[in-house]
């Protein structure tokens, strides 16, 4: 059994449309894939008549933008009610902050010699129901600014960078409690990933379990491999499910990121979803 349970198509910063993710998950044999776009459900019902179609199982997912202590937490949620109300009021408002801030990242990028329009970002942005960053970094590299997305995530528009506006993130217990309350199961995507570090000690991830948290992902390119050693070591004596995944974004990312170049256990699959 293969299973990649992380993975963006074009409604939100991916590159294929869910259909064609599903069709190419089953072309290279995984026998699971989820589809967790960031924010929104919008891809579930293309991706279910795929996944119908070639007889690949799909989990239904979103890798919801949330926050810990100010910092930027990303959360897995998979199997919940789409229409669930509290998450969606809260889904709202992050995706109304995502839009929100494009005016501003590109005013600031314009203070930088790098003029790009508002419409020539949607253009990039088109299918996605989130925009996001990797839509602005698309409309630079068609203005002929940058050469790849990489480019504008190295002191640009990464946190920190000279052209970051943050954006809402659910609280992230707030986060776990909804995806639970709308019937799903809640993981932390690369915990040990970018500034999540910082505030996802043990300690931290181990005061989400009140909350319901289901498990963490584990093996992900994001994490240097003595990280996921321990990471597991956290997850066994929490009794938390651990995940593997790839967290495909089409050519949206580096081709590091191949569909199944990390998968899940069969037995944390079932542990989840069994
Ligand atoms: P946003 O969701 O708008 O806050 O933008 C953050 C997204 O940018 C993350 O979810 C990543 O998928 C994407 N991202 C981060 N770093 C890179 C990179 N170096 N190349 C391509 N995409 C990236
Ligand atoms: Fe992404
Ligand atoms: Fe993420
Ligand atoms: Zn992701």
Known sequence: MRI??????????GTDTPAELVLKAAALNLDVVALTDHDNTAGWVEAQSAADTCG?????GMEVSTKLNGASVHLLGYGFDPDHAG???ELDQVLESRERRVPRILELLADQGMEITLVQVQEQSGSAAAIGKPHIAD?????GHIEHRDEAFS???DDG?????????IPLARAIELIKEAGGRAVIAHPWARESQE???SEAIAALVAHGLDGIEVDHNDHELSHRAELREIAATLDLAVTGSSDYHGTGKSSEFFLGCHVTAPEEFERLFG
Request: zero cysteines; charged letters at 20%; proline letters at 0%.
């Open 56 to 60: 690949i199982r799909l989990v239904r």
């Open 139 to 143: 409309a630079l590299i068609a203005a």
């Open 161 to 169: 960078g000279s052209a970051n506006v943050e954006k809402y993130g």
């Open 87 to 89: 998450l969606n009021a």
């Open 155 to 157: 002191g640009l528009l």
């Open 199 to 201: 505030v996802l000690s």
């Open 4 to 13: 990649d349970l992380h993975t963006h198509s074009n409604r939100s910063d």
